[in-house]
C-alpha cells in the first residue's frame, strides 16, 4: 500500500488566504498545497515565495497556483474570500460582496 498524500487548496489569496497557506507550509499539515486566486500573477507570486521559503527547511511539501479545475482530488478547500473593504462599509456590505464572489466560484 502506498502513502497517501494530504491535498489542499485555497481559494482567496489575499491577506487571510495567504497567511493560511504560509501556516500549513511551515507546520508541515499538507503535502500538496494548491493556491487559487483571481490575479494569476499573484497568486502565482505566493506559491513561489512559499515553496522558496521552505527551501531550508527539510520539509518537501509541494506548492503551485492552480484553477478550479486542480480541486477534484483535495481532501480539503478552504474559501478565504471576501470583497475588499472601503471606508464606511458595513457588515452586510461585505457579506454582499462575498456572497457575489462565491456565486462566481
Known amino acids: 500500500m502506498g502513502m497517501v498524500r494530504k491535498k489542499a ?13 504560509f501556516y500549513l507550509a511551515v507546520e508541515h499539515i499538507c503535502d500538496d498545497l494548491i493556491l487559487i486566486g483571481r490575479n494569476a500573477e499573484k497568486t502565482e507570486a505566493e506559491a513561489l515565495d512559499l515553496q522558496h ?19 477534484g482530488d ?6 478565504a474570500v471576501a470583497a475588499p473593504y472601503h471606508t464606511g462599509m458595513t457588515r452586510l456590505d461585505m457579506a454582499g460582496g462575498a456572497v457575489s464572489i462565491v456565486s462566481e466560484i
Open 53 to 71: 521559503s521552505l527551501g531550508y527547511s527539510g520539509n518537501n511539501i509541494s506548492i503551485r497556483s492552480g484553477n478550479y479545475a486542480d480541486c
Open 9 to 21: 487548496g485555497i481559494i482567496g489569496v489575499g491577506k487571510v488566504g495567504a497567511t493560511l497557506a
Open 74 to 79: 483535495l481532501d480539503v478547500i478552504v474559501l
